[in-house]
């Protein structure tokens, strides 16, 4: 899964990304935004795993998660491509929003307001997908004129329906889309219809007044606040000076980016994990709110998927406190599943199939 940091210029990007990775990538005050990018693979942190490991004796093997720092925004300028094309991977955007002050730094928009920025930003995103959609408008029109297709006079349909929402100020992901039409749409890559996450960067004096801004997933959107430059010092500290600091700053109920980003980020994009269990390794694994046990057999492996009988399944808790497999199934808490079973978050499943 690949989580993209963009925003735009001097907004705390980077800072983000160095926190979430342990990286230690430059942050400029004053050099203008270089568009050169980084990119990390760190694990998805999880005690349940951890947990199950220690039970195994076998080492966790924890979900991947890959952070681009996209750097600054380009739309519309020389460099607009290839920023754009780097955003079109991603999975999930996370937008970092400028809510702090700093004389020294200066906002592209002359002033701080993250209201606008995020609207601001939507529009870019919805203007982006709007030039795609006119785009191959165009295309299939004029193709329609050489040759009456069925499949293209469908495609027109549907182009003209996203057309016409967009063209109204709203983004993608709050379109209805039966899954057939989104997976035609796939290839397109729109950027509004990815999942995202708007970080408002505030220091100790904008901190309150921009929670109100918060909110929690809504059409794959949503918003969180970050004391950026507080936190990245905060974690220097041992605990006990650490809530010190916390109080001086006004930020004693704070909850720190840098443990509850993944679980925004999970949220916000409707993903949960399961795991399996074994001789060599304890391993978690990652999939949609909503896939069935023979979906995420295919993650596994596709010959898993294709021998598919069933899954055994049981709650990763109820597991421990069973103390084992046998165990567990003269309780009756392990279950044979077929494949429409809907897994849910923090399943151990054995799948079972043919070879
Ligand atoms: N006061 C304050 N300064 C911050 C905060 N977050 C970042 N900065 C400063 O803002 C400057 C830019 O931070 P970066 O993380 O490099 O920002 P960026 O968005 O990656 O910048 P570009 O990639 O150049 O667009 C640095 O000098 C940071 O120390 C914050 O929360 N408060
Ligand atoms: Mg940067």
């Given at each position: 899964m690949i989580l993209t940091i963009f925003g735009y210029p001097k907004t705390g990007k980077t800072l983000l990304f160095n926190l979430l990775t342990d990286k230690k990538e430059e942050l400029s005050k004053f050099s203008a935004s270089i568009n050169e990018f980084h990119k990390a693979i760190v694990n998805v942190p999880d005690k349940r795993l951890e947990k199950l490991a220690e039970f195994f004796s076998t080492p966790p093997v924890y979900a991947k998660i890959e952070y681009l720092d996209a750097g600054a925004v380009s739309f519309g300028d020389s460099k607009s491509s290839t920023f754009i094309d780097?955003?079109?991977?991603?999975?999930?955007?996370?937008?970092?929003?400028?809510?702090?002050?700093?004389?020294?730094?200066?906002?592209?928009?002359?002033?701080i307001d993250p209201l606008r920025d995020i609207r601001s930003m939507e529009e870019e995103l919805i203007t982006t997908d709007f030039l795609t959609v006119e785009k191959r408008i165009e295309r299939v029109e004029s193709d329609l004129r050489k040759i009456k297709q069925k499949e293209l006079v469908k495609e027109l349909e549907l182009l003209k329906k996203i057309n016409s929402h967009l063209e109204e100020g709203s983004p993608l992901r709050t379109m209805p889309f039966s899954d057939n039409e989104l997976l035609s749409i796939k290839g397109f890559k729109f950027l509004s219809l990815k999942p995202i996450m708007n970080i408002i960067n505030c220091d100790e004096n904008s901190y309150s007044e921009n929670l109100k801004l918060v909110s929690p997933p809504t059409d794959n959107s949503a918003t969180f606040v970050f004391a950026g430059k507080i936190e990245m010092e905060l974690l220097e500290l041992e605990e006990d000076e650490r809530q010190v600091f916390e109080e001086e700053y006004g930020l004693k109920d704070y909850q720190y980016?840098?443990?509850?980003?993944?679980?925004?980020?999970?949220?916000?994009?409707?993903?949960?994990?399961?795991?399996?269990?074994?001789?060599?390794?304890?391993?978690?694994?990652?999939?949609?709110?909503?896939?069935n046990a023979y979906e995420a057999s295919g993650k596994i492996h596709s010959d898993i998927q294709?021998?598919?009988?069933?899954?055994?399944t049981i709650n990763w808790e109820d597991f421990l406190t069973s103390g084992g497999f046998p165990q567990a199934k003269e309780k009756g808490l392990l279950r044979l599943e077929g494949k429409v079973y809907l897994v849910q978050d923090g399943d151990i499943i054995h799948f079972r199939f043919n070879k």
């Open positions: 780097l955003i079109r991977r991603a999975d999930g955007l996370v937008h970092m929003v400028r809510g702090f002050e700093d004389e020294e730094i200066l906002h592209p928009k002359g002033s980016m840098r443990e509850t980003f993944i679980t925004h980020s999970y949220d916000l994009m409707n993903l949960i994990s399961f795991f399996t269990v074994g001789s060599d390794e304890t391993k978690a694994w990652t999939v949609n709110k909503g896939d294709q021998g598919f009988i069933r899954g055994e």
